[in-house]
């Protein structure tokens, strides 16, 4: 695969590393610290265009594609893996199930506003007691004359208690099981019935607010449909082959913050009167963590490319989202080895690194279920 990068790719990719290390980086530890989230951040990354990439320009996009969205994405979670987030929860996540889904209506009311942030998006599958098996989900959504009733409880929501438009997953028909899921656009804050409790206990993102959303008796219009009834599952299939291609992005750009951190220490850090990168195991943390982050990268940009041309590539996102958590997992860890002692002081930027890299194996997916999707590609089981 040739990544010759265009010139509009290579100038979206420094742009995105130019304002991440201008803008996030100088307030990036003290607002972790305080589990604060900047809006205007976001709104800043809309306005230069990070999150039109992968829409039409009719829609106020740009439409450059998917593998110019992960390249912006690595370079600011290299710095941010919370504003790293903002790439899924804007267009990769419910942009795109707009665009492919929505209706024109749906479209021209709500892509242009999340290009450009000034709406924030989420999408809500996950439950209490509703994680991988995304079939055994409890909400529901009752059809009535004038409109559908929504009733459920989601959780682990990334942006709930901030965001303005949320694709929701709830039952139109529960006994025709998977058959009955469907998906919403649904307005939340401007939605009696709709109520939204933050979760402050993460180990780590805590840039990136992250909640619990309650429906009681929420009516939604009739519009809010995505597609047809019993549309959802294969629509929240669909859109997680995306979003998993997005945090495998995030998982490649914290990793290399992880390294750019570990190299910098190893060479100022003195140890029996040399510098500790002059020491062989030091030496091998680094080659390891860096070949495996190149890796991960390829992975993940070969599947964005081919997303790109059109091919619906589950296993080859599955394969980048395992192996880009895993790998960020593995230098994110040889960070903190590095550091030493001062890999567990939080006034160093390897324990972020390490604390935010878990969630990657975990999010969109476990990489359990990554390996459950590519071994069944590779035995003949899925197609």
């Known amino acids: 695969m040739d990544f010759d990068l265009s010139e509009e790719q290579i100038a979206m990719r420094d742009l995105a590393r130019d304002f991440a290390e201008k803008e996030i980086a100088?307030?990036?530890?003290?607002?972790?610290?305080?589990?604060?989230?900047?809006?205007?951040?976001?709104?800043?990354?809309?306005?230069?265009?990070?999150?039109?990439?992968?829409?039409?320009?009719?829609?106020?996009?740009?439409?450059?594609?998917?593998l110019s969205s992960v390249i912006m994405t690595e370079e600011v979670a290299k710095v941010s893996a919370s504003y790293g987030l903002p790439f899924n929860m804007q267009t990769i996540g419910?942009?795109?199930?707009?665009?492919?889904?929505?209706?024109?209506?749906?479209?021209?009311?709500?892509?242009p506003a999340l290009v450009n942030a000034e709406m924030l998006g989420c999408f809500a599958i996950t439950e209490p007691g509703?994680?991988?098996?995304?079939?055994?989900m409890k909400t529901t959504a009752t059809e009535y004359d004038d409109c559908f009733v929504l009733n459920g409880q989601k959780t682990w929501i990334s942006n709930a208690q901030v965001a303005d438009i949320g694709i929701v997953y709830?039952?139109?028909?529960?006994?025709?099981?998977?058959?009955?899921?469907s998906a919403f656009a649904v307005e939340l804050k401007n939605t009696p019935g709709i109520t939204t409790v933050p979760i402050e206990s993460k180990v780590g993102l805590h840039s990136a607010p992250t909640g619990e959303v309650i429906f009681e008796d929420a009516k939604i219009p009739k519009?809010?449909?995505?597609?047809?009834?019993?549309?959802?599952?294969?629509?929240?299939?669909?859109?997680?082959?995306?979003?998993?291609?997005?945090?495998?992005?995030?998982?490649?750009?914290?990793?290399?913050?992880?390294?750019?951190?570990?190299?910098?220490?190893?060479n100022e850090r003195m140890q029996f009167g040399q510098p500790i990168s002059d020491f062989q195991m030091v030496q091998d943390q680094i080659a390891?963590?860096?070949?495996?982050?190149?890796?991960?990268?390829?992975?993940?940009?070969?599947?964005?490319?081919?997303?790109?041309?059109?091919?619906?590539?589950?296993?080859?996102?599955?394969?980048?989202?395992?192996?880009?958590?895993?790998?960020a997992v593995n230098a994110a860890g040889n960070a903190v080895k590095i550091f030493g002692s001062y890999g567990f002081s939080t006034e160093y930027p390897a324990e972020r690194f390490f604390r935010d890299s878990k969630s990657f194996q975990i999010v969109e997916g476990t990489s359990n279920i990554q390996k459950i999707i590519i071994a069944g590609f590779a035995l003949g089981k899925r197609k």
């Open 170 to 181: 709830a039952y139109t028909d529960r006994a025709a099981k998977a058959r009955g899921m």
């Open 130 to 136: 509703s994680g991988s098996d995304v079939a055994s």
């Open 26 to 66: 100088p307030i990036v530890e003290e607002d972790e610290k305080h589990h604060r989230f900047r809006p205007e951040i976001v709104r800043k990354m809309g306005e230069l265009g990070f999150f039109g990439v992968v829409v039409p320009e009719e829609y106020g996009g740009t439409a450059m594609g998917l």
């Open 223 to 266: 519009s809010a449909l995505i597609g047809q009834k019993g549309d959802g599952f294969k629509i929240c299939m669909s859109m997680l082959d995306n979003t998993r291609m997005s945090c495998a992005a995030r998982a490649v750009g914290v990793g290399r913050g992880a390294i750019d951190a570990a190299i910098k220490y190893a």
């Open 94 to 111: 419910p942009g795109y199930v707009i665009l492919n889904y929505g209706s024109e209506e749906q479209k021209r009311k709500y892509l």
């Open 288 to 327: 390891q963590s860096l070949v495996e982050n190149d890796a991960a990268r390829l992975l993940v940009w070969r599947a964005a490319a081919n997303r790109d041309k059109g091919a619906r590539n589950t296993m080859e996102v599955s394969m980048a989202k395992y192996f880009a958590a895993e790998s």
